[in-house]
T-cell receptor, first 117, second 114 residues
Framework: GAVVSQHPSWVICKSGTSVKIECRSLDFQATTMFWYRQFPKQSLMLMATSNEGSKATYEQGVEKDKFLINHASLTLSTLTVTSAHPEDSSFYIC?????????????FGDGTRLSIL | AQSVSQHNHHVILSEAASLELGCNYSYGGTVNLFWYVQYPGQHLQLLLKYFSGDPLVKGIKGFEAEFIKSKFSFNLRKPSVQWSDTAEYFCAVRVAPGTYKYIFGTGTRLKVLA
C-alpha cells in the first residue's frame, strides 16, 4: 500500500522550454504532497508543500513563478518548471501523505531526473 | 534553523558486520524522527520512525534506532548486515507538533561486500 507514482522518470529538453512532472498517489488520497529537489551528493531539499485545493506553500528561496505547483485533486500534484535553464537540471522527488493523522509518514515517488541542454 | 547531520557519507562493510549510522539534529524542542532507505533505482522507503515512548525503535529488515535526547541523536543500527542492505540511508527530522515537513540529512551510502 501507499504507492506514489512519479512521471516521467527522466526528461531531457532544450533550454527555455517548460517541463511538467506528475506525482500521483495510486492507492490512497493524498491530502498533502511535497516536492523536493536533490543535487548530487546532497540532501533532499524541500521546495514546497501543497494541500489539495489550495495554493502551495514555497520554501524560502524557491521561485514560485519558476516552479508552478498544482494540487487539483487528492491523487495528483504537478510541478511545472517554467522556461527551464541548465541550472534547473536536478533530481526532483515528490512525496505524499494521507489523512489528518499526524503520525502518517511521507511516502515517496521514484523521482524525476531533469536535464536541460 | 533546524539541521540534520549524517557524519558518515560512505560506509563499506563486509557481510555479517555490524552497522551503526550516525544522525544528529539541531533543535531543542520536540521532534519526530525517521530513517528512510533508498535502494539503487528505487524510491525512498520508510525503515522506522520515532514519535514518543520507548527510545529504542525497531523497524523493518532487522534495523533499529535509538533516540538519545540528551545527545540529539537517532543512530541507526543493524547487528549483521547483508549484501542486500547496500543502499543509501537518510535520516529525517520533523519538528513537532504542527508541521508535516521533513528536514533530511545528506545521506549515507552503504556498500556491503559479499
Amino acid at each position: 500500500g501507499a504507492v506514489v507514482s512519479q512521471h516521467p522518470s527522466w526528461v531531457i529538453c532544450k533550454s527555455g522550454t517548460s517541463v511538467k512532472i506528475e506525482c500521483r498517489s495510486l492507492d490512497f488520497q493524498a491530502t498533502t504532497m511535497f516536492w523536493y529537489r536533490q543535487f548530487p551528493k546532497q540532501s533532499l531539499m524541500l521546495m514546497a508543500t501543497s494541500n489539495e485545493g489550495s495554493k502551495a506553500t514555497y520554501e524560502q528561496g524557491v521561485e514560485k513563478d519558476k516552479f508552478l505547483i498544482n494540487h487539483a485533486s487528492l491523487t495528483l500534484s504537478t510541478l511545472t518548471v517554467t522556461s527551464a535553464h541548465p541550472e534547473d537540471s536536478s533530481f526532483y522527488i515528490c512525496s505524499a501523505r494521507t489523512g489528518e493523522n499526524y503520525f502518517q509518514p511521507q511516502h515517496f515517488g521514484d523521482g524525476t531526473r531533469l536535464s536541460i541542454l | 534553523a533546524q539541521s540534520v547531520s549524517q557524519h558518515n557519507h560512505h560506509v563499506i562493510l563486509s557481510e555479517a558486520a555490524s552497522l551503526e549510522l550516525g544522525c544528529n539534529y539541531s533543535y531543542g524542542g520536540t521532534v519526530n524522527l525517521f530513517w528512510y532507505v533508498q535502494y539503487p533505482g528505487q524510491h525512498l522507503q520508510l525503515l522506522l520512525k520515532y514519535f514518543s515512548g520507548d527510545p529504542l525503535v525497531k523497524g523493518i529488515k532487522g534495523f533499529e534506532a535509538e533516540f538519545i535526547k540528551s545527545k540529539f541523536s537517532f543512530n541507526l543500527r543493524k547487528p549483521s548486515v547483508q549484501w542486500s542492505d547496500t543502499a543509501e540511508y537518510f535520516c529525517a527530522v520533523r519538528v513537532a507538533p504542527g508541521t508535516y515537513k521533513y528536514i533530511f540529512g545528506t545521506g549515507t551510502r552503504l556498500k556491503v561486500l559479499a
